[in-house]
Antibody, heavy 122, light 108 residues
């Protein structure tokens, strides 16, 4: 079964770029679509964006100007880059497989990684 | 603010039935999926599509949809069901993913 694990710096300075990696095991990353989701401490979830198995991307309009999601098929890695970060970007960041039944228009996220906390502070 | 509207908190007596709802105009066109999140853990999908439960999810969890409202029902709530529950769907354009603000379920 597919398992996900996020990794990256736990502390990022304001105005710098947050970079995270999600390692996919138990399946080929090129066979599925993937997404990044975040959760500020004590708050709800926020969708960051997704990348399809064809490589097309789709971002949250509120973050679109700062976000890049990509995959490295040779390493089975999913990546997130978020530029010009501020304290408001402090959150637990999750990667998740984005599943879809296009005929029925069903969409869901499964599985999720355990998440990684990123704090933006000087 | 979230584009899908959920009640912030709901409580249920042990063994009783509880319904958690999610509202938005986009739900007239798209199904919601439902997730359970316990403290310090990642969300886990409990319902997707019309009313599909992934393997391992107890059959006391069920989903339904009517008009602009999607619902998650727990029939015979157990202590281990105490958690935050989130709904996720598409926005009205169908182009983006949107989340509910979450409902904290307390089992009394």
């Amino acid at each position: 079964q597919v398992q996900l694990q996020e990794s990256g710096p736990g502390l990022v300075k304001p105005s710098e770029t947050l970079s995270l990696t999600c390692t996919v095991s138990g399946g080929s990353i090129s066979s599925y679509s993937w997404s990044w989701i975040r959760q500020p401490p004590g708050k709800g979830l926020e969708w960051i964006g997704l990348i399809s198995n064809s490589g097309s991307t789709n971002y949250n309009p509120s973050l679109k100007s700062r976000v890049t999601i990509s995959v490295d098929t040779s390493k089975n890695h999913l990546s997130l880059r978020l530029g010009s970060v501020t304290a408001a970007d402090t959150a637990v960041y999750y990667c998740a497989r984005y599943q879809a039944n296009l005929l029925l228009e069903w969409y869901w996220f499964d599985p999720w990684g355990p998440g990684t906390l990123v704090t933006v502070s000087s | 603010s979230s584009e899908l509207t959920q009640d912030p908190a709901v409580s249920v007596a042990l063994g009783q039935t509880v319904r958690i709802t999610c509202q938005a105009d986009s739900l007239r066109s798209y199904y919601a999926s439902w997730y359970q999140q316990k403290p310090g853990q990642a969300p886990v999908v409990v319902i997707y599509g019309i009313n599909y439960r992934p393997s391992g999810i107890p059959d006391r969890f069920s989903g339904s949809s009517s008009g602009n409202t999607s619902s998650l029902t727990i029939t015979g709530a157990q202590a281990e069901d105490e958690a935050d529950y989130f709904c996720i769907s598409r926005d009205s354009s169908g182009n983006h993913v949107v989340f509910g603000g979450g409902t904290k379920l307390t089992v009394l």
